[in-house]
């Protein structure tokens, strides 16, 4: 099972980003993947468009790097996996050096997972351990301490309960930091970006207590910069599977 992600986000300049993503896709990844232990790889790129809600706090932490436009997740059995491919350990050649350099303001956590729940749409998922097409990954601490038990059981009795019902949701998976600033994660995976926008934020505006609920709880926390992030995976190239129903009226005809 994957357990754990390397969560990396960047910017990338336009003049370099086509030469970059074709050594990444073709170069570094399936080297990466040689690694006892890693699963899968997605890289996505992030819908500009797509802007945080008004009462969500960032920190104002300026050492903080603010890349954000790209993301680049490695996904493995367990953290201990990647105790061998941080800075700390592993040392690049000098043309991943070149490479890696075109990653400008990047901002890196590795997160282990708490609890997961798969969503109706679980069987679209193209492979075994292949991240969804479109994500929403939030990154971000709790106001404080005291807040972490309340923030515990609203995952636990609310968000990944509820998720299991969400139209065009495939998976999400709640996450705790064991490197990086961000001490929680959340990824929820979904079909495409057009069902996350169709269901995401309605779904639980159907009812009024729990949308307070929500809105309280997510109003303490402070997000790293751009989280949360809604994005569009651009490797693999995304295959399209079409819904249960769609398949079962191709079977009839």
């Known amino acids: 099972m994957d357990r754990s992600l390397l969560v990396s986000w960047y910017d990338l300049a336009t003049a370099t980003r086509s030469r970059y ?7 570094y990844i399936p080297k990466l993947l040689q690694a006892p ?41 367990d953290a201990h996996v990647f105790a061998d491919l941080t800075p700390f350990r592993y040392k690049p050649n000098a043309a991943e050096r070149r490479m890696l350099a ?33 994500i929403q990954l939030g990154n971000f601490n709790s106001g404080s301490y005291p807040d972490e038990d309340e923030l515990l059981s609203w995952y636990a009795h609310l968000r990944l309960p509820n998720f299991q019902n969400l139209p065009g949701g495939i998976c999400i998976r709640k996450m705790v930091s064991v490197s990086g600033w961000a001490k929680h ?43 949360p992030a809604v994005a569009q995976r ?13 398949r079962k009226r191709s079977a009839r005809a």
């Not at 979904?190 to 779904?203: I, Q």
């Open 234 to 246: 651009i490797w693999p190239p995304v295959k399209v599977k079409p819904p249960a129903q769609a």
């Open 185 to 227: 994660g959340v990824l929820y995976e979904f079909t495409s970006l057009e069902a996350r926008a169709r269901s995401f934020r309605a779904h639980e505006a159907k009812n009024r207590k729990l949308s307070a609920w929500t809105h309280d709880v997510v109003a303490k926390l402070v997000h790293a910069p751009g989280s």
């Open 21 to 27: 993503l074709d050594w990444l896709h073709g170069t």
């Open 102 to 134: 075109l990653r400008q303001g990047e901002r890196v956590n590795i997160f282990t997972e708490e609890h997961r729940a798969q969503g109706p749409e679980a069987r679209r998922r193209e492979g075994r351990y292949t991240l969804a097409p479109a």
């Open 37 to 77: 232990g890693a699963l899968s790889a997605a890289h996505y790129e992030v819908d500009q468009n797509e802007k945080p809600l008004a009462h969500l706090r960032h920190t104002g932490d300026e050492t903080l790097p603010q890349g954000g436009s790209h993301i680049f997740i490695l996904a493995a059995r």
